[in-house]
């Protein structure tokens, strides 16, 4: 079974702060995701990479970076929160084959809160 | 107009019925379809990939209408845990995946 973990279920921090939220998968998966997901506006692609050390910016990157240093591991970074950041944070993974076998598997999320 | 299209819902079905979501999409090049499953306050998670010909797992029937350009599931003999957000997901190739808002269903005891 696909596991993606993501390194905290609840984050608090304060406005301004520089913020880390960690994922990793250990099914070898080529692709990695970070979305955020906010009521009414379902989920929206942030960044993503294919391969590692590649990124690519996604609908709403604006604010955050990444980091692909590993295969099995995809890193988001909040350079300065801000209030507008409050949000659930999904990381997902997926591999690089025929499309239908390639869905995506997500971790267990991160509800940030930025005060 | 958005790339694929949900009726949020709600749904409130009575235990034991049949009920059904569509999900519309624009891109007439999409090449795979999925429909994953949110409980509250969690992650997705994929239900079943949705197959040209139809497929089948238990209760739940997904079809594909590529002329239409729409995705369906079908749920029969509802039960309560099948109470959630069901969202279709969109591959257009390239790595373009776009999500529905979701369908919230509610099974009423």
């Known amino acids: 079974d696909v596991k993606v973990t993501q390194s905290s279920r609840y984050l608090v921090k304060r406005t301004g702060e520089k913020v880390f939220l960690e994922c990793v998968q250990d099914?070898?998966?080529?692709?990695m995701f970070w979305y955020r997901q906010d009521p009414g506006l379902g989920l929206r692609l942030i960044y993503f990479?294919?391969?590692?050390?590649?990124?690519e910016k996604g609908d709403i990157p604006e604010g955050y970076s990444v980091s692909r240093e590993k295969k099995e591991r995809f890193s988001l970074i909040l350079e300065s929160a801000s209030t507008n950041q409050t949000s659930m944070y999904l990381c997902?993974?997926?591999?690089?084959?025929?499309?239908?076998?390639?869905?995506?598997?997500f971790g267990n999320g991160t509800r940030l809160t930025v005060t | 107009r958005k790339e694929v299209e949900q009726d949020p819902g709600p749904f409130n079905v009575p235990e034991g019925a049949t009920v059904a979501f569509n999900c519309t999409y624009s891109n007439s090049a999409s090449q795979s379809f999925f429909w994953y499953r949110q409980d509250c306050r969690k992650e997705p998670k994929l239900l079943m990939s949705?197959?040209?010909s139809g497929n089948e797992d238990g209760r739940f029937t997904a079809q594909l209408n590529r002329a239409s350009q729409y995705i369906s599931l079908l749920i029969r003999d509802s039960k309560l845990s099948d109470s959630a957000t069901y969202l279709c997901?969109?591959?257009?190739?390239?790595?373009?995946?776009?999500f529905g808002t979701g369908t919230r269903l509610t099974v009423i005891p």
């Open positions: 990479s294919y391969d590692v050390k590649m990124k």
């Open positions: 949705v197959y040209s």
């Open positions: 997901v969109v591959n257009a190739g390239a790595n373009n995946l776009f």
């Open positions: 997902a993974s997926s591999f690089i084959g025929t499309e239908a076998n390639s869905p995506l598997h």
């Open positions: 099914m070898d998966h080529e692709n």
